[in-house]
């Protein structure tokens, strides 16, 4: 299986949107970090809410 991202073989899949997308060892760490800041993204907009209410 290939990388989604790139031309190198795929390390693992990944669950996103409900599609399995195929993904080296470096565009999995990118795709990681960018669910981490998203999560992190949502923990400020709750307590932005938790503080209006
Ligand atoms: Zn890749």
Redesign the pocket.
Known sequence: MQ??????S?DLTVEKDGVHVA??????QEQLESLAASDALDEVREQLDVDRA
């Open positions: 990388c989604h991202y790139c031309d190198r795929a993904l080296c060892e470096e565009h999995f």
